[in-house]
């Protein structure tokens, strides 16, 4: 795949864990194992030395903050009742103490694992670095454009649990991957409702360019490294909506860039109508669809639009 890449005129950015995980790490308490961090760091140390020279950029850690992240956004109970049964009952099949497979946690092993995710970061940076020293390391992160309505207090709690720890730890890292979907807007009790004219995406969050910008601004603000938006992109069956959503939301990026925050790059997310973990093929991010009989590919208008900016190298 990165031969391939370089053979299109393509700069690879690796991640070298989104989300998954073996079984036996899984089984043997996964990102709470405080074993994990030298295990990843290992890893990482192979992978980079085997096919490290040919990549441009590195990610170790896909949204290590999404667990953090969900506490937020009101699932209903028996969503997390049924993941610790699923948890016990691995755990029990496979004779361990603990089963955690990849970011899939009880809400009570956050913190832990918070601490075990943020070793495991600087062990496998320190790994990659140490096989190809001149290889651009950082991580991606969720960050969604938090916005105050009024009081500050919900927003900026939001922030301090979500995302601050990881802001801060990044200030070693060559730059900082952002993937923002969405903005939410809290007041002093919780989460305001979006606007009732407000287009939605297959969510059924609303659209909201700004939010790009907007996300890039605060991650910048907080952790001081160079930006490489590593995710981006709208879920939704209408492609009229994501031809509609992709030059505002580039121009808000501009607007950031031109304020002085370096941005060295952007993704959409994604090329193909992918599988989305437990949403399985029902979300569209794609700027081409897939026949999934045959695995036909065939490109959206957004691929002509987004394919037009990218040749400009401007809107």
């Known amino acids: 795949m990165i031969d391939g890449c370089r053979e299109r005129g393509l700069t690879p950015l690796v991640t070298f864990n989104h989300f998954t995980c073996p079984r036996w790490f899984a089984a043997a308490g996964g990102w709470l194992n405080t074993q994990a961090p030298q295990q990843f760091a290992r890893y990482c140390a192979r992978a980079a030395g085997h096919f490290g020279k040919r990549i441009g950029y590195a990610t170790t850690l896909n949204e290590p903050n999404l667990m953090r992240l969900l506490q937020w956004f009101g699932l209903p109970p028996q969503v997390f009742e049924l993941q610790r049964a699923?948890?016990?009952?691995?755990?029990?099949?496979?004779?361990?103490?603990?089963?955690?497979?990849?970011?899939?946690?009880?809400a009570d092993d956050l913190d832990q694992q918070l601490a075990v995710l943020l070793a495991?970061?600087?062990?496998?940076?320190?790994?990659?670095?140490?096989a190809v020293p001149e290889l651009?390391?950082?991580?991606?992160l969720a960050l969604i454009d938090d916005q105050a309505v009024g009081s500050t207090v919900k927003r900026d709690a939001r922030r301090a649990y979500c995302y601050e720890p990881w802001l801060e730890a990044v200030r070693n890292d060559d730059f900082l991957g952002v993937q923002n979907y969405?903005?939410?807007?809290?007041?002093?009790?919780?989460?305001?409702?979006p606007p009732k004219e407000a287009p939605i995406n297959g969510m059924g969050s609303e659209i909201y360019p700004p939010s790009l910008g907007n996300a890039v601004r605060y991650a910048h603000s907080v952790a001081r490294r160079p930006i490489i938006v590593t995710e981006h992109g709208l879920s939704t069956p209408d492609d009229a909506l994501r031809v509609a959503f992709l030059a505002p939301s580039l121009a808000g990026l501009k607007a950031a860039m031109d304020e002085g925050i370096?941005?060295?790059?952007?993704?959409h997310w994604s090329l193909l109508d992918n599988f989305e973990?437990?949403?399985?093929?029902?979300?569209?991010?794609?700027?081409?669809?897939?026949?999934?009989?045959?695995?036909?590919?065939?490109?959206?208008?957004?691929?002509?639009?987004?394919?037009?900016?990218?040749?400009?190298?401007g809107l």
């Open 86 to 106: 699923m948890l016990a009952a691995a755990a029990k099949a496979l004779g361990t103490p603990q089963f955690t497979a990849g970011n899939v946690i009880n």
């Open 120 to 130: 495991a970061h600087k062990a496998g940076r320190e790994a990659i670095k140490s």
């Open 136 to 140: 651009p390391v950082g991580v991606s």
């Open 182 to 193: 969405e903005r939410a807007q809290w007041n002093e009790t919780g989460a305001v409702p």
């Open 262 to 267: 370096p941005v060295k790059g952007y993704m």
């Open 277 to 313: 973990w437990i949403f399985g093929y029902r979300p569209r991010l794609g700027l081409f669809a897939v026949d999934r009989q045959t695995f036909k590919r065939t490109a959206k208008p957004s691929a002509a639009v987004y394919g037009a900016i990218a040749r400009r190298n």
